[in-house]
């Protein structure tokens, strides 16, 4: 029984030690501007709207919206469509025709898409009922400039 528990202790401490070491090189990277990681966050406030409106960003840079709003939100571009993102987005999916659309951003959640290709993307927040059905109208819309 005690061996079991020293042999917990030590995977956990080893564990721990993997996590602070990774975290501080991380840090230490960020800090020094080595950081290829790019990202700009986009704030949606239920009264304010969204802030920043207008973003320029470059290639390879990932947006984050944070639904800070009382509903549950889906995001569209209904002009330049995104077809092309980096790895991993966060509550977008490819449709039938291959460009990227929200699958909704809940309350307090967030939606992230890593843009690569240039040009100017509008976009528009459109509320969803509680059905996960949109609603007519688009309370918001934003800019992303990818130069």
């Known amino acids: 029984m005690e061996k079991k528990r020293l042999r917990l202790c030590c995977v956990l401490m080893l564990a721990l030690t993997i996590i602070c070491f990774t975290g501080t090189a991380a840090f230490v990277q960020a800090a020094s501007g080595n950081s290829k990681a790019m990202h700009k966050i986009v704030y949606i ?70 843009f690569v290709q240039k040009g100017e993307f509008k976009y528009k927040l459109i509320k969803m009922d509680q059905f996960g059905a949109p609603s007519t109208s688009d309370r918001f819309s934003g800019v992303i400039k990818v130069q």
């Open 45 to 114: 406030n239920a009264e304010r709207g969204i802030d920043p409106h207008v973003i320029t960003v470059a290639p390879g840079t990932t947006v984050i919206w944070i639904n800070n709003s009382d509903y549950r939100l889906q995001l569209k571009f209904p002009d330049q469509q995104v077809s092309l993102a980096c790895a991993a987005p966060v509550n977008f999916a490819l449709d039938e025709n291959k460009v990227f659309i929200s699958t909704g951003i809940p309350l307090g959640g967030v939606a992230s898409l890593c």
